[in-house]
């Protein structure tokens, strides 16, 4: 596996996150969109644990690149966001467009909205066994709101809302995600996990040397920060090392805060609660066709980076445990999503497709350790495991 005692992302020279202004010189084709919000994810990893995309939607032509890192719980370098923030981040981001969507189909003025979210995880078992297993809880969703709806009306926009969202697709049944493996670049079969049933895609090559991030240096900045470091403590439960362990028994804790900024952009501020984390800042636009100002990534590229980037923690951490050779990994994923029932204004509940994900391994290891590698990549992946589970988002109301 890749090690660097240096912090790549930092090293690069570019800004971590930002738009990419040159997508159409990347030959590189988005997927087709099924059934209007499809994305598709260029993921590699950097180091064991940093990794960067570039993630195109199939509906607006947007590009961005985004980076994932992890905190002292993994050894990473805390640079970026863990994975488990990118979905929090997209998911209340898709809560906060269809409750604002829904309610002005309503006439429902709303004068202050606040979301508070939180997402929970488990992971237990052994690596080293081949028992491990990630897993996914249902959801928290505090709404703290100003508006002139009664307790019955906020109740069944609140309701309806929740259903609207994109990734309503993904909760409301189990969905078994889809994959190709391919290995020194060569594809071949896969192992326990269900297959694509179709060639894996064309690994492109490197096209991250190619992105263009433009001049305006100073949204780059903005886009998603990192706000309070988290202090590396040792012998703590979820402090420094602990998610290596080969044997587990825990639960994961993910909270984010929603609030509109003046300039109607949302602004989630994300903690990582269990494990010890550091606190990130995000924002989050939609397209003008939903009524945002293409300022930020929206719900769904978050949403579709946060799978990726989980997925690939995994491959590494999988890798690390059992101290087998993996010197690259990458992945080429696609996700797709129906448009908001509210903020695309079709009156339906969310629809998802399985993930589909083309996963392309350089090992010196034979073909076996690749198809475990995979396999135990799904099983400990937190996010398949939330698509693989029916899951239900609870909601609080707390009037301000």
Not at 217 to 233: C, F, M, N, Y
Not at 307 to 330: P, S
Request: glycine share 8%.
């Amino acid at each position: 596996m890749t090690s660097s005692e240096q912090d790549l992302l930092l090293a690069s020279g570019l800004p971590i996150f930002f738009e990419i202004d040159n997508f159409d010189e990347l030959d590189l084709s988005p997927t087709d969109n099924r059934h209007g919000q499809s994305v598709r994810v260029w993921a590699r990893s950097l180091s064991v644990m940093q990794k960067e995309a570039i993630v195109a939607s199939a509906r607006s032509g947007k590009a961005w690149r985004l980076a994932s890192d992890e905190g002292p719980y993994l050894d990473g370098f805390d640079s970026a966001p863990c994975p488990l923030s990118f979905l929090t981040t997209g998911m209340v981001s898709s809560y906060f467009n269809e409750i604002q969507a829904l309610a002005r189909q309503r006439d429902i003025n709303i004068r202050n909205l606040v979301l508070i979210q939180d997402n929970y995880y488990t992971m237990q078992g052994s690596a080293l066994r081949g028992t491990m297993i990630g897993g996914a809880l249902p959801v928290d969703l505090e709404v703290q709101i100003d508006c002139d709806a009664d307790d019955a009306g906020l109740n069944e926009l609140l309701v309806h809302a929740v259903h609207a969202s994109p990734l309503n697709g993904l909760m409301r049944k189990a969905h078994e995600s889809l994959f190709t493996l391919t290995m020194n670049g060569s594809e071949i079969g896969v192992g326990e996990v269900a297959s694509i049933n179709a060639p894996a895609e064309k690994d492109p090559g490197d096209r991250f040397a190619l992105i263009s991030a433009g001049d305006d240096t100073g949204r780059h900045d903005e886009l998603i920060s990192r706000i309070d470091k988290v202090a590396v403590q040792e012998g703590v439960a979820g402090g420094a090392g602990t998610s290596l362990q080969a044997t587990q028994s825990r639960q994961l804790h993910v909270r984010a805060r929603c609030r509109l900024r003046e300039d109607g952009v949302k602004e989630i501020t994300q903690d990582l609660l269990s494990p010890l984390g550091s606190r990130f800042r995000f924002l989050s636009d939609e397209t003008d066709e939903f009524g945002g100002q293409d300022a930020a990534p929206d719900a769904v590229t978050y949403m579709s980076a946060g799978i990726a980037f989980c997925f690939m923690t995994q491959l590494g951490r999988y890798a690390k445990i059992v101290k087998k050779n993996l010197d690259e990994y990458k992945v080429i994923q696609d996700t797709h999503f129906s448009i908001g029932g509210a903020s695309g204004r079709t009156g339906q509940p969310g629809v998802a497709d399985p993930v589909e994900t083309h996963t392309y391994l350089d090992t010196s290891e034979e073909a076996e350790f690749a198809r475990k590698v995979l396999d135990m990549g799904e099983r400990t992946c937190f996010l398949h495991a939330f698509c693989r589970t029916e899951l239900k988002t609870k909601i609080k109301i707390r009037r301000i």
